[in-house]
């Protein structure tokens, strides 16, 4: 997670019974890299302690003591001075009322007075709070004031209700905090859509013509963009990964489906990314009911699917068209040979080749070994790397190409 790593971020835990998921949230960031600084609010340490953060993320975390202690005429300047983001999660409604209001009667609430940097709350609250017209006027000012407000998402509370309250996980701040964080990188402003998946082609109500591409790469490209400040369309057939938080995303199932998808997305957008692995036959007929047992072993007639970058390439209005298109090449032998024919005759910018027959490289693994093909004939290849490694090199080479 580069656009984590290195970063100085402050975690503000309020008091309420989601203060337990604010440990992971500061673990995981600690864990990408980050410089994790913690404040709690009184109210917060009656759910958790300093030192449950200070043993994640290594630093000490700072209470309302410190407002009186030795620093503390610096301390929140410094604090709020110094921070990329400060995260407030969970956000209580009396904390959400002293941020909208400018109130500042404790570290946590003078450190965002005179915090420079963007701010994001995830509050929690229980049983209808969040309706109440008091907190949905701060929440509203503090949204017109530039603060990222996030979730809060419904199902349990804490009383035994049931509805909108809950802090959202841990995963899905990470996310928020991602694309603040990415906001100003190299893609920034730029539209990029992103195919991933394998294409199920039914032949009949309940069986599909399917391949072994688990969309892993193709997800690990749409978070690698995120991070780059790009606006993301993702188009994705069936997979049971969650799509990165700030994806379009746009489900679908057979190769048609995702043609007409690629090419409305492709329209106003500066780069396409075809990391799906998209049927190149299907069965001509899918039969209305299911094919039973009892009738034989049936006889299931192909025909050719349509080759969704040769549509692309074939795009004769330049604004339809998007300026920088990869592909990617699974291939179990004469693995550069054949990426290069295919990048010719699709007419890429880029190809990403990879082997799918050597150990930890290719489908489902989380790690792939990949060389990059450019037009002019340079190829470079890559290590074996995590897929969100390789995702991360695949995105550096698009922001240097469409930059
Ligand atoms: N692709 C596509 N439409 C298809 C099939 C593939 O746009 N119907 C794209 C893939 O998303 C990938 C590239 O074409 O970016 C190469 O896919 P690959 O399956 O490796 O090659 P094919 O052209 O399908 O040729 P073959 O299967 O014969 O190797």
């Known amino acids: 997670m580069t656009v984590i790593a290195g970063k100085h971020i402050l975690l503000g835990v309020t008091g309420s019974i989601a203060a337990y998921k604010a440990a992971d949230l500061a673990s995981k960031l600690t864990q990408a890299g980050a410089q994790v600084e913690v404040i709690l609010t009184a109210a917060g340490e009656k759910f958790i302690t300093p030192l449950t953060f200070q043993s994640v993320t290594g630093r000490r975390a700072y209470t309302d003591n410190d407002l009186w202690g ?6 929140h300047i ?72 996030i979730g809060p998402a419904e199902g349990h509370l804490a009383s035994g209700l049931s509805g909108k309250g809950r802090m959202l996980e841990p995963d899905e701040i990470l996310g928020h905090l991602r694309i603040i964080l990415g906001r100003q990188g190299q893609l920034a402003g730029k539209k990029v859509v992103i195919s991933a998946g394998g294409t199920m082609e039914p032949f009949d109500p309940v069986r599909v013509l399917t391949n072994r591409s688990s969309g892993k ?27 990165p938080v700030g994806t379009q995303i746009i489900k679908v199932e057979t190769v048609e489906e995702m043609k007409n998808a690629v090419l409305s ?127 991360e090199a695949v995105i550096k080479y698009i922001a240097n190409l469409v930059g």
């Open 217 to 243: 790469q193709g997800y690990a490209l749409a978070q690698a963009a995120l991070d780059a400040g790009a606006q993301v369309v993702l188009i994705s057939a069936p997979t049971s990964i969650p799509p």
């Open 70 to 75: 030795n620093e503390a005429h610096v301390l």
């Open 265 to 391: 997305a492709c329209r106003g957008s500066d780069v396409l990314i075809m990391a799906a692995a998209a049927a190149d036959f299907r069965p001509k007929h899918s039969a209305q009911d299911k094919l039973k047992k009892r009738d034989g072993v049936p006889k299931v007639e192909f025909e050719a699917a349509p080759d969704i970058l040769k549509e692309v390439a074939a795009i004769k209005i330049a604004k339809d068209r998007p300026g920088c298109v990869v592909g990617f090449a699974a291939e179990s032998r004469d693995l550069l040979q054949n990426a290069t024919e295919k990048m010719k005759s699709k007419q890429l910018d880029l190809m990403v080749a990879n082997d799918i027959s050597e150990k930890g490289s290719g489908f489902s693994a989380d790690t792939n070994r990949v060389t990059l093909l450019f037009p002019d004939g340079k190829q470079e290849p890559l290590p074996l790397m995590q897929k969100s490694e390789v995702a």
């Open 78 to 149: 410094s604090l709020g001075r110094s921070a990329d983001v400060l995260v407030i999660a969970p956000c209580t409604a009396d904390t959400l009322a002293k941020l909208a209001h400018g109130n500042a009667d404790n570290l946590l609430t003078i450190t965002a007075l005179a915090a420079t940097c963007p701010m994001l709350v995830a509050p929690a609250m229980d049983g209808g709070m969040l309706e109440h017209p008091a907190t949905r006027e701060n929440l509203e000012k503090l949204g017109g004031r530039g603060v990222m407000v």
